[in-house]
């Protein structure tokens, strides 16, 4: 007993933090230090009332305590940002990394770097594979090969990194519902074996600590072991729900790479995560997505520095680390409880519904796969999706649904009805959940199956109106009174906006009764509720309107449209003046070619004019000179006595109608200089 009241040295990692970064030697809490229900509430009181949050394994949760740590470190980054990031990001960081390495088990507080999330961490080990296949290390057709329930960001990595430069991918289903870890084993055995088929080899194997949809908890170790006797190079463990659920030892799991999401099941905000490195040659080419002026450091050091933005989240762990020490046990008694209060939960609904649990409990973690009745009729994912949202929305209750697909040739698990059942819920439980939470699921549920609604005639689920019952039940903040002149008040005054029964019964008028739900005209489609109402509004508009006389002209109108109108008719006028003088114009000229004598063809030629320079002109053809519509007269020629042989062939070579012609090439080169 002694031994354990010594303290331990201040700077002893095994802590689990250092004097260094924390201000605070690290001491076992006493019983009173224990958190009380009352406590716990305290601190989530920031989440809604009135809403069964069975669901902490999407986004997790984060108590007030460390929401004001998290504070704090931004409030030290906006009074002075350059001394924040040169003297105190790194080490706050770094006293991060610290407390991860100890709670994983890594040999070096270099194995661990902190990240966004598990994504980024997946990210990270493809681009380098696929650097591998690009720079051909890696064969074409050598193989990934991960389970079919893999993350779809993991499975997108892989089609932007790997398949797009040659590699290929073996997904291995996941028996479920499931039974032993025998059968996950021998799946994974059989993708193995296929990956490597034809001569390829399986470069990198994706395995999951514990799958998210469907809910399992993986023989991780078992799985890993495999894929050594089996000869795959690398092997990336997703852990994304691991940390917070289960006990985390990297040494005895022995992957190359494990992740595991810090936000989901460790009490931080969001949004963080650790990837752990095994600590090999310097050859290993491992980098952060994005580059800044820290590459080439080291992951863990790239990993520090990515740009201005808020490191707050990955500054709270130590925090983190005080507040589950304030649980018994731990953050190993969280667990625990969690555990057994997950599985007691599901073992009542399934009681209730009459159906089973998705694997057996020591398959189990804070979260739980229960099988819904046969009679909701979930045929496939948009179902799922359906009745999730309808659980949401009309009943306050949030909790994933997942579509269970039979292949061909499988027969299902049946349910007290005797049908097969094609869904599942994954609840969640955490600190803050109570019995209640799960009883509001079941009556959900069980009222559904009652009143014999299926998926498919679920109310319609109104994107603008989510009547949350939660929202109507919850009270409103009081209101402090200002108290009169010499009036002694010692407590707010709580001032509310009673409604009147006249306006309780307008308002039913105008939405329509309610059911018994807190919903309305749940049977009726949101287009035709807003069509009814815009049409009663229109009838109301006309009704009003109809009789009234129509408003008369003031005195600026008239006057602008008698200037519209005399514009009008000066512009027709016009119009019509221009058409009669071109009709003029053209008569007169074709009076005047009529009125031109036809010459015989033994017309002796006129004599030769002589050469005349007219002046030269600028601009276009028609210039001034010659005005637009001008009228040509054309003067009549004498008639001439019949020439003879001898003057006929004097006039035939005289050189005169040459010089002529060289007049009106000269013309033409002028007249091309405006083109």
């Known amino acids: 007993r002694e031994e354990i009241l010594i303290p331990m040295a201040a700077d002893d990692r095994r802590n689990g933090d250092s004097t260094n970064h924390n201000h605070r030697d690290p001491k076992k809490p006493r019983l009173s230090e224990f958190l009380t229900e009352s406590d716990i509430r305290s601190e989530f009181a920031h989440h809604h009332t009135g809403v069964a949050r069975v669901n902490n394994g999407s986004f997790g949760c984060c108590p007030s305590s460390v929401l004001d740590a998290q504070r704090e470190w931004q409030l030290r980054f906006l009074r002075q940002p350059d001394e924040f990031y040169f003297n105190g990001l790194r080490r706050g960081l770094l006293a991060s990394r610290a407390v991860i390495s100890d709670l994983i088990n890594a040999d070096d507080v270099d194995e661990v770097s902190l990240l966004d999330n598990a994504t980024t961490a997946a990210a990270i080990v493809l681009q380098r594979v696929g650097r591998c296949f690009s720079e051909g290390r890696y064969q074409k057709e050598d193989t990934v090969v991960m389970f079919h329930c893999a993350f779809q960001s993991v499975k997108k990595s892989i089609q932007a990194y790997v398949s797009r430069v040659g590699g290929s991918t073996v997904e291995v289903r996941l028996p479920f519902p499931v039974s032993s870890n025998d059968e996950i084993v021998s799946a994974f055995r059989e993708g193995l074996k296929k990956g490597r088929a034809n001569g ?40 994304a729900h691991a940390i917070g659920s289960v006990k985390v030892d990297v040494k005895e799991i022995g992957a190359d790479y494990y992740v595991s999401n ?16 095994k600590k090999r040659s310097s050859e290993l080419d491992v980098h952060h997505p994005v580059v800044s002026h820290e590459f080439g450091n080291g992951l863990a050091i790239e990993s520090a520095w990515i740009g201005t933005r808020d490191y707050s989240s990955q500054l709270v762990v130590p925090s983190v680390m005080e507040f589950v020490k304030r649980f018994e046990g731990g953050i190993d008694g969280i667990m625990e409880r969690n555990h057994d209060e997950a599985v007691r939960m599901g073992l009542m609904l399934c009681s209730a519904w009459g159906t089973n649990l998705g694997s057996p409990p020591e398959m189990c973690v804070g979260m739980v796969m229960i099988g819904l009745p046969s009679k909701l009729c979930v045929e496939s994912d948009d179902d799922a999706v359906k009745l999730r949202a309808y659980l949401r929305v009309h009943r306050s209750v949030e909790v994933p649904v997942y579509f269970l697909g039979l292949r061909d040739g499988e027969e299902g698990v049946k349910d007290k009805d005797s049908g097969v059942i094609t869904a599942y819920v994954r609840i969640s439980r955490q600190v803050y959940n109570e019995t209640e939470d799960y009883e509001r699921l079941r009556d959900a549920i069980t009222e559904l199956v009652k009143d014999q609604r299926t998926c498919q005639n679920l109310p319609p689920f109104d994107i603008f109106r989510c009547n949350n019952k939660a929202l109507e039940e919850e009270e409103p903040e009081p209101l402090a009174k200002v108290p009169e002149m010499g009036e002694q008040t010692e407590k707010p005054i709580r001032l509310l906006n009673f409604v009147s029964e006249e306006q309780l019964e307008e308002s039913k008028k105008e939405r329509g009764e309610r059911v018994e739900d807190g919903t309305f005209q749940r049977d009726r489609a949101l287009y035709e509720i807003l069509k009814e109402n815009k049409d009663k509004k229109d009838a109301e508009f006309n009704e009003r309107f109809k009789h009234r006389p129509p408003k008369a002209l003031d005195e600026d109108e008239t006057e602008f449209l008698d200037k519209l109108e005399m514009s009008k008719k000066e512009y027709e006028r016009q119009l019509a003046d221009d058409d009669e003088q071109q009709i003029r114009s053209f008569h007169a000229a074709v009076a005047a070619r009529s009125a031109t004598p036809q010459e015989p063809e033994e017309a002796a030629l006129p004599p030769p004019a002589p050469p005349t320079i007219e002046p030269k002109t600028t601009g276009k053809r028609n210039s001034a000179t010659r005005p637009f519509n001008t009228i040509i007269r054309v003067k009549p020629q004498p008639k001439k006595v019949k020439a003879t042989e001898e003057e006929k062939k004097a006039i035939s070579g005289a050189p005169e109608p040459l010089q002529t012609g060289l007049a009106l090439v000269s013309y033409s080169d002028e007249s091309e200089g405006d083109d």
């Open 200 to 239: 390829r080899t399986v470069r990198l194997a994706i395995i999951d600590h514990i799958t998210s949809m469907p809910c399992v908890l993986m023989p991780v170790r078992e799985l890993v072991k495999v894929c050594r006797e089996e000869g795959v190079e690398e092997v990336f463990v997703d852990a």
């Open 262 to 277: 810090l936000h989901k099941w460790f009490f931080c905000p969001p949004s963080i995560a650790f990837f752990y490195c």
